[in-house]
């Protein structure tokens, strides 16, 4: 039995002072607007830091009611940082770095209500269960090759685990794939060669979206979309002429850039953001609670192919820290996604239906 089996965490909240609550998140990522977004609803903050951090976050002390400082991440799930934050009440938010650095097991038993559902990081973490999960909400994913199988174009070689797609290459032929393959073992990137996953490169534009899906107002809202700037994909083309042929392609994030669709593509966007709510409602009860991400490629002629999704908010998210041309539509307020949470977790508070947003 896995750990988010054994835990009971409505048991943890019938301890709580539900009139006392605080929202609390690990210091990297989106803890910023988070950490915002819960003061702007009226909460009390708690950042959990890295001791080498801890310098950084308190520049931003107006934001933070609480530090919890820590050596390193591991020890984020430890008895004592648990219990600190359950004195506190803490609702925990989980964001996109959470699992990367704790670790999927301790995130998945740690016993703090935890906004959202922790059922989805084990799926998350396993780039076949990712994809199938998708395939099965009659989301649009890229074709998946076998070793060895011919193809078109090029593919995406990735590894489980790859942290911003370190590790992951681009292949031309099956020969390029099966030499990749060859040294990813050799590196110890894998154990077995079944662990690749190889899928086609869609070629277009790549397009984030920022879903938010409210249990307390039962609707889906798209709260923006980004472009991942991703080095050195992204700076290839400026001298591509030159090194054609001569570097690696990589694709770690450094930052993201905002994106306004054609509103002609927002329906099918919408769709799929929906098929996934639905699909999680149906495999995952009581279904993703909150941000979720679709990563897409859209080709030339407007078919959107969805490579990968974060059940978590991303931090593509940061760039509307004052809102965004959609969340305009529904809030007409700045309602950034840290600040949706906090008012997500207030209308369940209000409601008496804490246990609804959190597990
Ligand atoms: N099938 C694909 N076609 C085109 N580009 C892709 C595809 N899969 C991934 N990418 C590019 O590689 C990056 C990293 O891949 P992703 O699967 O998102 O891994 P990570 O877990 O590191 O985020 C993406 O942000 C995107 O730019
Ligand atoms: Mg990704």
């Given at each position: 039995m896995r750990g988010a089996d054994l835990i009971d965490i409505k048991r943890v909240l019938a301890g709580y002072d539900l009139d006392d609550l605080s929202i609390a998140t690990l210091g990297s990522h989106s803890a910023l607007q988070i950490l915002h977004g819960a003061k702007k609803e009226g909460f009390r903050t708690i950042a959990i830091v890295e001791k080498r951090r801890k310098w950084f976050y308190e520049e931003f002390a107006h934001l933070i009611d609480q530090m919890i400082v820590v050596?390193?991440?591991?020890?984020?799930?430890?008895k004592d940082v648990v219990l600190r934050l359950r004195e506190s009440n803490a609702i925990f938010i989980p964001h996109g770095s959470f699992v990367e650095y704790i670790g999927l097991d301790r995130a998945e038993s740690m016993e703090v209500p935890m906004f959202?559902?922790?059922?989805?990081f084990r799926i998350e973490a396993d780039q076949r269960m990712k994809m199938d999960f998708l395939a099965k909400a009659g989301i649009n994913i890229p074709r998946e090759y076998r070793i060895g199988e011919e193809f078109r174009g090029p593919v995406i070689v990735k590894f489980p685990g790859a942290k911003g797609g370190r590790g992951y290459f681009i292949a031309r032929t099956k020969d390029e794939v099966r030499r990749g393959i060859k040294k990813a073992l050799e590196d110890g990137?894998?154990?077995?060669?079944?662990e690749a996953l190889i899928q086609e490169y869609v070629i277009g534009v790549p397009a984030y979206y920022h879903f938010f899906y409210s249990p307390m107002l039962k609707r889906l809202e798209i709260l923006g979309a980004d472009i991942r700037y991703e080095s050195n994909a992204d700076g290839l083309h400026r001298i591509l002429p030159f090194v054609r042929g001569e570097i690696d392609v990589s694709f770690v994030v450094v930052g993201n850039v905002p994106l306004v669709l054609r509103e002609s593509l927002l329906p099918k966007i919408m769709r799929y953001g929906l098929n996934f709510v639905r699909y999680s409602q149906e495999r995952l009860p009581p279904g993703v609670i909150g941000p979720f991400c679709l990563e897409s490629v859209i080709r030339d002629d407007g078919e959107i192919v969805v490579f990968e999704f974060s059940g978590r908010i991303v931090a593509?998210?940061?760039?509307?820290?004052?809102?965004?041309p959609y969340s305009h539509l529904y809030w007409?307020?700045?309602?950034?996604v840290g600040r949706r949470i906090a008012r997500e977790i207030k209308l369940a508070q209000e409601e008496g239906k804490l246990d609804e947003v959190v597990t």
């Open positions: 050596d390193s991440w591991r020890d984020v799930a430890s959202g559902i922790r059922s989805i990137l894998i154990s077995d060669e079944e593509g998210t940061n760039i509307y820290l004052t809102g965004s007409d307020e700045p309602m950034s």
